[in-house]
């Protein structure tokens, strides 16, 4: 919950976010139902007085998460919205298995299952990112199913319409699927393309809403919300710059496909532990990826496995954060469930091969408690987050400045009634020059300093010493009131 973006979208909290030294952010622009925003969600339905979202960002649409709103509007529990994702989770596992066995491939069907239901990506990155997730899901499966058993044009471009309309980052799962539709010579059939169209526009109408309300606003916030940043993102993953993000190495691949959880070990600096998905799941997986060209005469199999290889690549390069890999995880499972398909025929004990891969990353699924339980980060885990709450309630906290961007939101989840004002806006404008500014609007409340998880253009980590000289050279006290070891500090403003 305290990654600040994601509860956002199936919350109504309405965090204020300080845009810059001379402006907060725009005040959003209304027609009739439309709201639109410069912070998440982006764009958003008002109907009578409840409002759902419809734009999360440029590039995120907002209606996968209409479901996990309404749970949270019953029952106003992060936990509880959590529990309803896995849950979700298990209804497409259901899903993809009766797509399979209905065209008659049950080794294909439970397959498939098997290994979504034991993967770490899959269950985590449901109950962490919710709508989004299943619907990317959602949609490669399904026009993977389309592609394979030539159904017709109307749920090519329905599936397209729930992938592009969760967010556009699909393009990369899309793309390579094209390119060997091409090759293979695999099109599906011409039914249905006249509403085929009319429902992906209706599902893209979200995003279209959002990209033309916008342009009445004058805004304020720098951030990853907007296409221009995302843009010199990809430009910079394909001129292979070294200034990415930690969490954005090519390397991902190797760790996706063996064991996630090194990548938190690396971004966090935990201590390495002994992942069986390093040395079993990926050895396994290399040696089957042996076996496929055995059986070359299944033309579902050597197209999903080019189609599986391509999508990875692709992202490896353009888009290398861990959670867009497990948006083609389900052809990864039906890769998978197709070669044990091929083996079954050849020899039925053969399939048992599976069987590594499914023990390594159960294992490993267990054990990540332990791995995230070493995360120092204030705002990760929720016994910190309970800690946060009482500190400032202990304190008789009104009025908090924050600066750093895995905060917000949270505040608004653990003391609601305390005035929150997140300055990632100001920082990611000016940086270190917009602390003057911050100090001045901290005066009179208090101020609070977190250790970041990774660096990020929205923090900020100034020093005791350095607040109390810029505060003095503005004619204020700051006083440190409390702190974490090397994780928190919590100042009081005042004037001298």
Same mark, same amino acid.
């Given at each position: 919950?305290?990654?600040?973006?994601?509860?956002?979208?199936?919350?109504?909290?309405? &965090?204020?976010?300080?845009?810059?030294?001379?402006?907060?952010?725009?005040? /959003?622009?209304?027609?009739? &139902?439309?709201?639109?925003?410069?912070?998440?969600?982006?764009?958003?339905?008002? $109907?009578?007085?409840?409002?759902?979202?419809?734009?999360?960002?440029? @590039?995120?649409?907002?209606?996968?998460?209409?479901?996990?709103?309404?749970?949270?509007?019953?029952?106003?529990?992060?936990?509880?919205?959590?529990? !309803?994702?896995?849950?979700?989770?298990?209804?497409?596992?259901?899903?993809?298995?009766?797509? !399979?066995?209905?065209?008659?491939?049950?080794?294909?069907?439970?397959?498939?299952? $098997?290994?979504?239901?034991?993967?770490?990506?899959?269950?985590? @990155?449901?109950?962490?990112?919710?709508?989004?997730?299943?619907? $990317?899901?959602?949609?490669?499966?399904? $026009?993977?199913?389309?592609?394979?058993?030539?159904?017709?044009?109307?749920?090519?471009?329905?599936?397209?319409?729930?992938?592009?309309?969760?967010?556009?980052? !699909?393009?990369?799962?899309?793309?390579?699927?094209?390119?060997?539709?091409?090759?293979?010579?695999?099109?599906?059939?011409?039914?249905?393309?006249?509403? /085929?169209?009319?429902?992906?526009?209706?599902?893209?109408?979200?995003?279209?809403?959002?990209?033309?309300?916008?342009?009445?606003?004058?805004?304020?916030?720098?951030?990853?919300?907007?296409?221009?940043?995302?843009?010199?993102?990809?430009?910079?993953?394909?001129?292979?710059?070294?200034?990415?993000?930690?969490?954005?190495?090519?390397?991902?691949?190797?760790?996706?496909?063996?064991?996630?959880?090194?990548?938190?070990?690396?971004? @966090?600096?935990?201590?390495?532990?002994?992942?069986?998905?390093?040395?079993?799941?990926?050895?396994?997986?290399?040696?089957?990826?042996?076996?496929?060209?055995?059986?070359?005469?299944?033309?579902?199999?050597?197209?999903?496995?080019?189609?599986?290889?391509?999508?990875?690549?692709?992202?490896?390069?353009?888009?290398?954060?861990?959670?867009?890999?497990?948006?083609?995880?389900?052809? !990864?499972?039906?890769?998978?469930?197709?070669?044990?398909?091929?083996?079954?025929?050849?020899?039925?004990?053969?399939?048992?091969?599976?069987?590594?891969?499914?023990?390594?990353?159960?294992?490993?699924?267990?054990?990540?408690?332990?791995?995230?339980?070493?995360?120092?980060?204030?705002?990760?885990?929720?016994?910190?987050?309970?800690?946060?709450?009482?500190?400032?309630?202990?304190?008789?906290?009104?009025?908090?400045?924050?600066?750093?961007?895995?905060? @917000?939101?949270?505040?608004?989840?653990?003391?609601?009634?305390?005035?929150?004002?997140?300055?990632?806006?100001?920082?990611?404008?000016?940086?270190?020059?917009?602390?003057?500014?911050?100090?001045?609007?901290?005066?009179? /409340?208090?101020?609070?300093?977190?250790?970041?998880?990774?660096?990020?253009?929205?923090?900020?980590?100034?020093?005791?010493?350095?607040?109390?000289?810029?505060?003095?050279?503005?004619?204020?006290?700051?006083?440190?009131?409390?702190?974490?070891?090397?994780?928190?500090?919590?100042?009081?403003?005042?004037?001298?």
């Amino acid at each position: 919950m305290g990654w600040g973006e994601t509860p956002d979208v199936w919350s109504e909290i309405d &965090p204020v976010v300080w845009g810059n030294a001379a402006n907060s952010p725009s005040s /959003g622009s209304v027609w009739g &139902p439309f709201i639109a925003n410069e912070t998440r969600p982006q764009e958003q339905l008002r $109907l009578g007085s409840y409002t759902l979202p419809l734009a999360m960002n440029q @590039y995120t649409g907002g209606v996968w998460d209409w479901p996990s709103r309404i749970v949270y509007s019953i029952y106003p529990s992060p936990m509880a919205v959590r529990i !309803f994702h896995i849950l979700l989770g298990g209804v497409f596992i259901g899903w993809i298995a009766w797509l !399979f066995k209905r065209e008659r491939q049950n080794i294909v069907a439970y397959g498939c299952a $098997l290994v979504l239901a034991t993967d770490w990506s899959f269950t985590f @990155y449901k109950q962490a990112l919710g709508g989004t997730e299943i619907a $990317l899901q959602v949609a490669i499966a399904g $026009l993977l199913w389309v592609v394979l058993y030539r159904k017709s044009l109307f749920y090519f471009l329905l599936f397209l319409g729930v992938g592009f309309h969760a967010k556009f980052p !699909f393009l990369f799962a899309v793309l390579p699927l094209l390119f060997w539709m091409l090759i293979f010579k695999r099109w599906p059939s011409k039914d249905g393309f006249q509403k /085929g169209l009319l429902a992906f526009l209706v599902l893209l109408s979200p995003l279209l809403i959002s990209w033309i309300h916008h342009g009445q606003l004058n805004g304020h916030i720098r951030s990853h919300d907007t296409f221009s940043m995302q843009w010199k993102r990809v430009q910079a993953a394909f001129s292979f710059s070294s200034q990415a993000s930690i969490r954005e190495n090519s390397s991902n691949l190797l760790l996706w496909l063996g064991a996630p959880m090194q990548f938190y070990e690396q971004i @966090y600096d935990l201590k390495p532990q002994a992942w069986l998905g390093s040395w079993i799941r990926l050895p396994t997986l290399a040696l089957l990826s042996l076996v496929v060209p055995f059986f070359r005469r299944n033309n579902d199999l050597v197209f999903c496995t080019a189609v599986l290889i391509s999508q990875l690549l692709l992202i490896a390069v353009a888009a290398k954060d861990m959670h867009h890999f497990a948006m083609v995880l389900p052809v !990864f499972a039906v890769t998978l469930g197709l070669l044990l398909q091929s083996l079954w025929t050849y020899k039925p004990w053969l399939i048992l091969c599976v069987l590594p891969i499914t023990l390594a990353s159960s294992s490993d699924m267990l054990r990540s408690d332990a791995t995230f339980s070493q995360i120092l980060v204030p705002t990760f885990r929720s016994h910190d987050q309970r800690a946060l709450q009482e500190l400032l309630r202990s304190h008789n906290v009104e009025r908090l400045i924050t600066m750093d961007y895995e905060i @917000y939101g949270l505040i608004e989840h653990i003391a609601p009634e305390i005035e929150s004002i997140h300055a990632w806006g100001v920082i990611s404008h000016k940086r270190k020059r917009a602390l003057a500014g911050i100090l001045s609007e901290a005066n009179g /409340g208090h101020l609070i300093v977190l250790m970041p998880s990774m660096p990020m253009i929205y923090n900020l980590r100034p020093s005791g010493v350095q607040l109390q000289k810029e505060g003095k050279e503005l004619g204020l006290r700051v006083t440190e009131i409390d702190s974490w070891d090397d994780r928190l500090w919590l100042y009081r403003v005042d004037t001298l």
